[in-house]
């Protein structure tokens, strides 16, 4: 939200109150509070007809400064507010003539005292990070209405801050974003929305960033948190909501991965998720037709072509049309359900539906939720409704414990069945106009908080029936916390390489938002992709942290593209399968740290300028760099960091410290392999569950002369089943384990 025309104007509706100095600091036992008065005061009289900020600063974990800025403390926080892990942390609290500083860790917030006009510095190791500071940078805005007395202004109230950028700073993050990667010269605003993957907007808003210089910035406010980043002005990070407190917590990490291990110990780690979710997920597409006949069809074709499949997952249309939700199989394509999953499960799959939480006027379940109170009213006591989606469509009030259970008992029976997990669809289409919650949550803060109670319901029923470890989510909509209630995708994309990169640009965003895991529609969602698109996407969905193949209109399946899709599925299947003992060790990893498995370049290389903007290529895991190809030709151009990396596929090497171009076919990609690197690899390729250490090779690329690398290989449940050191010695890996199973040490000089 834009307050001013250009620098020095502000605009006519508003009337704004700034800090512009500090008169008051007062130390509470775990708090520093500071009086900033909105304009210099050089006489007693100057206190008059002006209005002053309370600026508190407290540290809700180390390294965690909380910065709480009020005009009107009379009123009062709307609820609800994000979930925060709190830990006891002592400040540090100075003061002397010059400055007033709270410490948490690393982090000091230092306030400038007396007439040299506002500032509020944040430093860490002995340097500046950022500073809340100069002209209009922490006010309030007061957007005038006309009001029965003109001393007394009337309107609706803002509060916004704004943080200095240092030449050079990049920001990235604020959730899944389809735009530029780089979020500076944007305007990006807090609000679920199902917009599709052109578009501005998002799924999954959050409102944290974190740039290259060592810090990050969390908004704690639910609703529609409005950012101006390097665009109001050019120079800062502006953040505004509505009313009369704004409360946001600058991170102190020093790297990015710091960062995100603060912010997800902040707001919840990814849970780890079940091995076998890591493999090849099929899906019967949205509108197509389909039954038990043609979804085995789907299945048995894998399996003839030899193209290992984990997961079986049934859209919509397993629901009778009108009826969604009801939560019943329809009988005129699937009449012997039971029957028919324990056929699946026979053939070593896992099974997954399709629910959202919208139950429309057709379902049964209509009436009984509105005989019970469990559907989201109007203020006026009606039920909401509306005709978009599903006709006379209601929406559950998930605060509202009694529905929550009620609807978790439609599930528990699937769950008896034998579904496995769900795809957790929409979330985003809330109502905030005339609405009234069960629980008495402001409707604007429940906009986009409701995905989170959403999820949370549906994987803590999925933790409770299948166990700690097993429950998985495919969700399409989240915020600040979603990222606790794995796994996401990235919405509606379309049959093309631009909808494939900025998918990938969605995906590099979520990254940088504490999400840990990510997948989306391969080969696009809309429309139906030429073989050479669908070939290309398959390869970067294989190389993603979760792969699923799901459409719109017509089947996924490879065969129906041309003979060499199943190869290429084939092979990058297989592959996934094989390289489970390094891709289920990242998952541990993003489960403990907060650490995605598909990580932006910058986050294992923050030191290489060049890695700032990098937005077609990425990490998975530490040690494996993958650039997808978004070209018919085959030709692709990406940066490798300094040091001699191989090709996973090829063996071919290739020097770093500078850009690549190379063409390749459909069998193939640039899927290097990091200097230094003990890549640990599964003997099986066709599932990917199973005992990583039974038959492990380990591959030694460019491993200098005595230095040391330790593989930990997970077992089933993350823990560290095996240890392997590596050391060079006289050109010999020399590998010291506590293993009883046999490996293989191959090295690639």
């Not at 020093?254 to 899906?283: C, E, H, M, Q």
């Not at 949205?286 to 003839?304: C, P, V």
């Not at 193209?307 to 012997?336: A, Q, R």
């Not at 009620?406 to 769900?422: A, E, Q, T, V």
Request: hydrophobic share 35%.
């Amino acid at each position: 939200m834009r307050f001013t025309n250009g620098y020095w104007m502000t605009k006519q509706e508003y009337i704004m109150n700034c800090a512009t100095q500090c008169v008051r600091v007062t130390h509470g036992a775990d708090s520093m509070q500071v009086l900033a008065a909105c304009r210099p005061i050089r006489g007693r009289g100057d206190i008059l007809n002006s209005g002053n900020l309370t600026v508190t600063f407290t540290a809700p974990r180390k390294n965690v400064i909380r910065v709480q800025v009020t005009h009107f403390a009379g009123a009062a926080l709307k609820e609800p507010r994000f979930e925060i892990n709190e830990e006891p942390v002592q400040p540090v609290m100075a003061e002397d003539g010059a400055y007033a500083s709270f410490t948490s860790g690393a982090l000091t917030a230092r306030v400038h005292k007396g007439e040299g006009g506002w500032q509020v510095d944040y430093l860490a190791d002995g340097r500046v990070l950022t500073s809340s500071s100069g002209f209009r940078g922490m006010c309030h805005a007061l957007k005038k209405e006309e009001g029965p007395c003109s001393l007394y202004p009337h309107g609706q109230g803002y509060m916004m801050d704004s943080l200095m950028l240092d030449v050079g700073e990049c920001v990235y993050g604020l959730g899944e974003r389809f735009g530029a990667y780089v979020k500076n010269g944007q305007t990006v605003d807090m609000w679920n929305a199902d917009g599709g993957t052109a578009s501005e907007l998002a799924y999954k808003n959050v409102p944290f960033y974190m740039t290259n210089r060592g810090y990050g910035i969390l908004v704690e406010d639910t609703s529609d948190v409005s950012f101006e980043v390097a665009s109001e002005k050019v120079e800062r990070v502006q953040f505004s909501v509505e009313g009369e407190t704004l409360v946001y917590d600058v991170i102190y990490g020093g790297t990015p991965k710091g960062i995100l291990d603060v912010y997800t110990a902040l707001t919840g780690r990814p849970a780890l998720l079940p091995a076998w979710s890591f493999g090849l997920w099929l899906s019967t597409s949205f509108t197509t037709d389909y039954d038990e006949k043609t979804a085995t069809s789907f299945i048995d074709g894998m399996a003839e072509r030899s193209i290992p499949l984990s997961v079986f997952h049934f859209d919509c249309y397993w629901m009778k049309g009108y009826n969604w939700c009801d939560f019943e199989w329809d009988p005129d394509t699937f009449p012997d359900p039971v029957g028919m999953l324990k056929r699946y499960h026979d053939k070593g799959l896992h099974l997954c539906c399709w629910i959202n939480p919208y139950i429309a006027q057709a379902s049964p379940l209509f009436r009984e939720g509105m005989a019970q109170g469990y559907l989201l009213k109007t203020t006026n006591g009606d039920v909401w409704q509306t005709d978009m989606w599903q006709a006379g469509m209601a929406i559950l009030d998930v605060t509202n414990p009694a529905a929550r259970e009620w609807y978790c008992s439609c599930l528990r029976r699937l769950l008896d069945m034998g579904i496995d997990c769900f795809k957790t669809d929409f979330g985003e289409r809330i109502p905030v106009r005339d609405i009234a919650y069960f629980d008495g949550s402001d409707p604007l803060h429940m906009h986009n908080y409701y995905t989170f109670l959403y999820n949370k319901m549906v994987f803590d029923l999925l933790r409770e029936v299948r166990g700690e470890g097993e429950a998985i989510l495919f969700a399409r909509s989240a915020t600040a916390g979603g990222q606790q209630f794995p796994v996401h995708w990235g919405g509606d994309n379309s049959a093309s390489y631009i909808s494939m990169a900025e998918t990938l640009r969605a995906g590099l965003s979520m990254s940088h938002s504490g999400f840990g895991f990510w997948s989306h529609d391969i080969s696009g969602f809309e429309s139906t992709a030429p073989a050479d698109v669908y070939k290309r996407w398959c390869q970067f969905g294989l190389l993603s942290s979760h792969s699923r193949l799901h459409g719109s209109s017509s089947y996924r399946v490879p065969w129906l593209f041309d003979e060499e899709s199943c190869d290429v599925v084939r092979k990058f299947a297989s592959l996934k399968c094989r390289l489970m003992p390094y891709l289920y060790a990242a998952a541990v990893e993003a489960h403990e740290h907060g650490t995605p498995m598909m990580r932006p370049m910058l986050l294992e290389f923050p030191d290489d300028p060049a890695c700032d903007t990098l937005d077609r290529q990425y990490m998975l895991g530490e040690s494996l760099l993958v650039a997808p190809i978004f070209r018919e030709d085959g030709r692709v151009q990406y940066y490798l960091p300094e040091g001699v990396w191989t090709s996973l596929l090829s063996g071919v090497k290739a020097e770093g410290g500078r850009w690549q171009t190379e063409t390749h076919d459909f069998m193939s990609l640039p899927l290097m392999v990091r200097p230094g690197t003990v890549l640990p690899i599964g003997k099986v390729a066709d599932r990917p569950d199973y005992d990583y250490t039974d038959g492990l090779e380990l591959h030694v690329y460019q491993l200098p002369e005595r230095e040391k690398r330790v593989v930990r290989v997970p077992d089933l449940q993350g823990r560290v089943a095996a240890t392997y050191t590596v050391t060079m010695r006289g050109g010999e890996a020399v590998v010291e384990t506590d293993s009883n199973k046999p490996y293989t040490v191959i090295v690639h000089e």
